[in-house]
């Protein structure tokens, strides 16, 4: 299943989204369903403001507001917003925590990946120098061109040419090594697209060792598997980049770059609550970087084989119940790489089921309870992470209803 054909049917994406030229992933999934039964609210401002909710069969999609944060990470930003602490300070204690779970030499929480990305270019590019710092997106008399392998070019090198980098794309090896200059700043690979491009991972950092250039990773929706959280720092990459708000169940508006001590002092020297830099606007409250960790912590220290095995077994719940509707056709696949779960492919034949992908969509998303699933080329695709417990059962009965209200 291509992630490009996932995206072109999510009739969901702004306008933005789909102007990033559809290389957009479609954001993982969930650890585990949310457990507590939401407490009766003492206001419901879904209600007050006309607000759709739904079941997610979708996965961890941005614009589907990504995942559902762990209890545990409600907890701390409750709590945590009722003392004031420095941020510096917050970032230092939390950096450190999540360095060591991480194999980094150091850490801190960002406004997502994608921040995490523009102000890691940043310190690549300024180092400890406050001059340039308060230069940038001006890089006049620094170095100022990024590599970036032709497959990995799509929407997201966006967030490394915000501080004024220019990408240059090359294929190979013998490219990259031509391309390579006094202007040089970074290498920058994009982890899902790996298996498409000529450069692997290893060879990557090591070119950049060879070459004396620093390497960065942005592996935003990549785990599970859970090791991958540590497999890049150890590896040898100076700067790793993650959502928070993905598979981490952190707040969605959360991030980690982490990587090398001096790298990761210089992008925190463009980052907030530090002015005058690129990065002013891209603020994490303590709140969101102490949740951050928690998320952290607990997605670490989840059995994540149990939890893979009951996502198979959410799967087969809906897929035995559309199965029932003759001339429908199931698969499950695992993407490679991004959103690494599996996920349940259903399609029909088109003469026994008089229904289009579309229809089937908007049906599902109409009806009541309102359910997300997302599109590709032969039908629906479902990734059972964020349903919460019970709700698969919701899933299967809707998606028989509407196929055999199609079916002749
Ligand atoms: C989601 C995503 C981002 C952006 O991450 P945020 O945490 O939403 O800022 C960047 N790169 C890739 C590959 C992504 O999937």
New binding site residues.
Partial sequence: MKRREVIKNLSLLPVTGALLGGA??L?SMLAAPAEAAAAKPKRDLFKELGLRTFINAAGTI?TLSGSLMYDEVIEVINYSAKEFATINEVQDKVGAKIAAICHAEAAYVT?????A?VLGTAGVLTGMDGNKVGRLPNLEGMKSEVIVQKTHSSG?VH?VKNTGAKIVVIETAEELGKAVNEKTAMLWF???AGPEGKISNEEWVTLGKKFGIPTML?M??DVPPVENLWKYNDMGYDLVAI????ALRGPQSA?ILMGKKNLIAAARLNSPPAAGNIGRGMKVNKEEILGMYVALEKYVNTDHDKEWKMWEDLISIIENAAKKVDGVITKVTVPPV?NHTPHLNISWEINKVKISRGQLMSSLRNGDPSIEVQGNDNGILLNVFMLKPGQEKIVAKRILEELTKASV
Wanted: glycine residues 16%; hydrophobic residues 35%.
């Fill in positions: 957009l992933p954001n941005t406004a997502g990946c994608w921040s990305v997201y967030a994009l982890n899902y942005d935003a929706a959502s928070g708000g993905k991030g991004c």
